[in-house]
């Protein structure tokens, strides 16, 4: 069973920094790995999505890596702003059947 | 722009009770997904469909809860009995199909009391 963890649960950063979001999973063999946003009593977001073969993905400030041998992926926040400031949820799927088991997720706020 | 229609967006309802929740997926998009999420969590998924045909419910308990999606379009969800352990905030989604981006609603915060 894939399970999926991230680490710190929340992230606290002033306005500027650079900063890294965490999500580790435990099978390797993934079909894709995507990165959401959510923000407080909303529903979910995609940020970035990347497939099993791509090593990382780029949206504006936004930059995410896939290392599937050490079971991992990173979120790159570039320039964190105060409108930043949400939970980010990473979420594996293993296969085209398209069922994604989520981490619990990181709450970042960026003070200005 | 297109985007997942849910409703209620907040019910608040007593123990023992029926409850029902409402997705409208996006146009032309075969899967659908049932979400669970309670507060502090990820995410759980309750039900996936393919069209009006149930793919994975696995996870859903099915003495209390059920999901239909007739037509092959919207969905519903329903808790009878409703219990306090459902609290939490259901999510429906979709995707053109299996394997695809999934496009989340706004979802609907159930409290029981």
């Known amino acids: 069973k894939q399970e999926v963890t991230q680490i710190p649960a929340a992230l606290s950063v002033p306005e500027g920094e650079n900063l890294v979001l965490n999500c580790s999973f435990t099978d390797s063999a993934i079909y894709n790995l995507q990165w959401f946003r959510q923000d407080p009593g909303k529903g979910l977001t995609s940020l970035l999505l990347?497939?099993?073969?791509?090593r990382e993905q780029t949206s504006g400030r936004l930059n995410a890596s896939l290392d599937k041998s050490s079971g991992r992926s990173t979120l790159y926040i570039a320039a964190s702003q105060p409108g930043d400031s949400a939970t980010y949820l990473c979420?594996?799927?293993?296969?085209?059947?398209?069922?994604?088991?989520f981490g619990d997720g990181t709450t970042l706020t960026v003070k200005p | 722009e297109a985007e997942v229609a849910q409703s209620p967006r907040y019910k608040i309802t007593e123990k023992s009770q029926a409850v029902a929740f409402w997705c409208d997926p996006i146009s032309g998009h075969a899967t659908l997904y049932w979400y669970r999420q309670i507060l502090g969590q990820g995410p759980e998924l309750l039900v996936q469909f393919q069209d009006e045909s149930v793919v994975d419910d696995s996870q859903l308990p099915k003495d209390r809860f059920s999901a239909e999606r007739l037509k092959g379009v919207d969905s519903t969800l329903k808790i009878q009995p409703a219990e306090l352990g459902d609290s939490a905030m259901y999510l429906c989604a979709s995707s053109l199909r299996q394997g695809l981006v999934a496009f989340f609603g706004q979802g609907t915060r159930l409290t029981v009391v």
């Open positions: 979420a594996a799927r293993l296969d085209t059947a398209g069922k994604s088991t």
């Open positions: 990347i497939q099993s073969s791509q």
